[in-house]
């Protein structure tokens, strides 16, 4: 196959497929993933045959975070060993130890440990630094301090490895870290990691194996969580979320829904505050079903600038959303002028092509999206040059995301038209077939 048509293919395929990512590549965030690394502190392979390691969980993703019920680490032991002692993590199971004698009591003697972070307010002599947290992980850009969580382990009964000189313990295998969508990859031996002591030293660690988790929406695949619903000011109609977005009333799969001015049911009994599963969603019932919708209308249309409103609406009435975050993609995001109520920062800069920025609450403010509200903003943004149009659905995102979370489209023959007729019959097909013509047509002069 030629080069030409090679390239072809990968455009096509780019362009007009879904818009799911068939791997694990995400071109929103390239190099995001969470890396789990092993230091280890003390290793006595002679008398005890223990070893101490602090394992640390890092949130390297830029707008992915990790929500309650939080990150579940396991892993499945190479020979024998136990953990006789943990701080600011628990095993859930401490397991069957009878095999270890001398009336000793391990924490936890399972082939295939599952560590839970423990939770805020934990006694501070079981703590160490970034544990506690109830397993939850910012995402990079709204919050680098609480992006990394921590746990110590005494690690006793290993085996050593063959080719670590008998000196190193053999590598446990199989991690996962709980959350759907991710998978992580075998552990490997990196350099020993340094780590600051006080403000002039640092130590470095005896040995680090380090592991790689990465997300894809792929492996996620199941029920959508939010849908995007369109308006402006020179129609008067709203496009809706498309039907059944996320599940159709009534059908097995959607989740349970109150209509109209009910009052939300008191929650269930039992299912406190405390509780680590999350409540089942109780969604408003709705044509689209979704949990979260968010509404995009275009309000004012000035000389040189142009003015977009956006809606988050959480219809779930159990759940609250700590942390959100939206990503959204449009070609004029690179002239955002100015924005009111929430953060921001452009996601995808490469060059010129400055097409999406995440946004989030402000802290104390609207950083939590409460159950059945909404947190809004506005921006004003600069009409690009030969580029701005209210046709053909150029005003609208091109993608939208909540919580990492891509959103459900109306379709794009559905888009608000021009008041004038004329306009809009240009418009209407232009925006699906647009992108892909474009490089159809430059391929052909190629
Ligand atoms: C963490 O975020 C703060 C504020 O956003 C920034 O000033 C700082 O450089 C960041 N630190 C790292 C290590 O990225
Ligand atoms: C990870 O390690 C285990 C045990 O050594 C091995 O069976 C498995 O094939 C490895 N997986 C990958 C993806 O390399
Ligand atoms: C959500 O937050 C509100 C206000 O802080 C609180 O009353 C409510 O119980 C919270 N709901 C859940 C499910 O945590
Ligand atoms: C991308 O857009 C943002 C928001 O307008 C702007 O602050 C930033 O400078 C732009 N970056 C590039 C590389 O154009």
């Known amino acids: 196959m030629g080069m030409g048509r090679f390239v072809f293919v990968l455009l096509v395929f780019s362009c007009c497929s879904s818009s799911r990512f068939a791997d694990a590549y995400d071109p929103m965030d390239p190099n995001g993933d969470i890396t789990i690394d092993w230091d280890f502190q003390s290793l006595d392979v002679k008398a005890a045959n223990t070893y101490t390691v602090m394992v640390s969980i890092h949130n390297r993703q830029l707008y992915r975070h990790i929500e309650r019920p939080g990150?579940?680490?396991?892993?499945?032991?190479?020979?024998?060993?136990?953990?006789?002692?943990?701080?600011?993590?628990?095993?859930?199971?401490?397991?069957?130890?009878?095999?270890?004698?001398?009336?000793?009591?391990?924490?936890c003697c399972q082939k295939r440990p599952v560590m839970v972070d423990l939770p805020p307010g934990t006694p501070f002599n079981q703590q160490v630094a970034n544990c506690c947290r109830g397993g939850v992980l910012s995402s990079l850009t709204q919050n680098n301090l609480t992006s990394t969580a921590a746990f110590q382990m005494v690690v006793g009964e290993y085996a050593a490895a063959r080719d670590g000189g008998g000196k190193e313990p053999e590598m446990p295998w199989g991690f996962d870290i709980g959350v759907p969508g991710y998978s992580?990859?075998?552990?490997?031996?990196?350099?020993?990691?340094?780590?600051?002591?006080?403000?002039?030293?640092?130590?470095?660690?005896?040995?680090?194996?380090?592991?790689?988790?990465?997300?894809s929406q792929y492996r996620e695949a199941g029920v959508q969580s939010c849908c995007v619903s369109l308006s402006t000011f020179y129609s008067s109609g709203i496009v809706p979320c498309p039907r059944c977005s996320c599940g159709c009333q009534g059908?097995?799969?959607?989740?349970?829904?109150?209509?109209?001015?009910?009052?939300?049911?008191?929650?269930?009994?039992?299912?406190?505050?405390?509780?680590?599963?999350?409540?089942?969603?109780?969604?408003?019932?709705?044509?689209?079903?979704c949990p979260i919708r968010v509404h995009w209308h275009v309000k004012v249309n000035y000389r040189r600038y142009w003015r977009v409103k956006v809606t988050v609406s959480n219809y779930n009435l159990v759940r609250n959303y700590s942390d959100w975050n939206l990503v959204l993609q449009h070609p004029n995001l690179r002239s955002l002028t100015q924005l009111f109520s929430f953060n921001y920062k452009p996601l995808v800069e490469y060059g010129t092509y400055n097409d999406t920025g995440m946004?989030?609450?402000?802290?104390?403010?609207?950083?939590?999206?409460?159950?059945?509200?909404?947190?809004?903003?506005?921006?004003?943004?600069?009409?690009?040059?030969?580029?701005?149009?209210?046709?053909?659905?150029?005003?609208?995102?091109?993608?939208?995301?909540?919580?990492?979370?891509?959103?459900?489209?109306?379709?794009?023959?559905?888009?608000?038209?021009?008041?004038?007729?004329?306009?809009?019959?240009?418009?209407?097909?232009?925006?699906?077939?647009?992108?892909?013509?474009?490089?159809?047509?430059?391929?052909?002069?190629?």
């Not at 031996?189 to 990465?214: A, E, G």
């Open 71 to 107: 990150w579940r680490l396991s892993w499945s032991w190479a020979g024998k060993e136990v953990i006789w002692d943990t701080r600011g993590a628990e095993a859930t199971e401490q397991g069957e130890c009878s095999r270890v004698g001398g009336g000793s009591r391990p924490h």
């Open 184 to 215: 992580c990859s075998n552990a490997t031996k990196v350099p020993p990691t340094r780590s600051k002591v006080d403000r002039n030293r640092h130590v470095q660690v005896l040995l680090t194996w380090r592991v790689t988790c990465s997300y």
């Open 251 to 289: 059908s097995p799969t959607s989740p349970q829904c109150v209509s109209g001015g009910e009052p939300a049911p008191p929650p269930p009994a039992g299912g406190g505050d405390d509780d680590d599963e999350p409540a089942a969603p109780l969604v408003r019932c709705s044509e689209h079903m």
């Open 359 to 446: 946004f989030w609450g402000i802290r104390y403010y609207n950083e939590m999206l409460l159950q059945d509200g909404n947190v809004q903003t506005e921006m004003i943004l600069e009409k690009s040059e030969g580029e701005f149009t209210f046709s053909g659905g150029w005003a609208f995102p091109r993608r939208v995301y909540f919580d990492g979370h891509e959103c459900v489209m109306p379709p794009a023959d559905q888009y608000p038209a021009l008041p004038n007729g004329a306009a809009a019959t240009r418009g209407q097909s232009s925006l699906a077939a647009g992108a892909c013509m474009v490089l159809l047509s430059f391929l052909a002069l190629v």
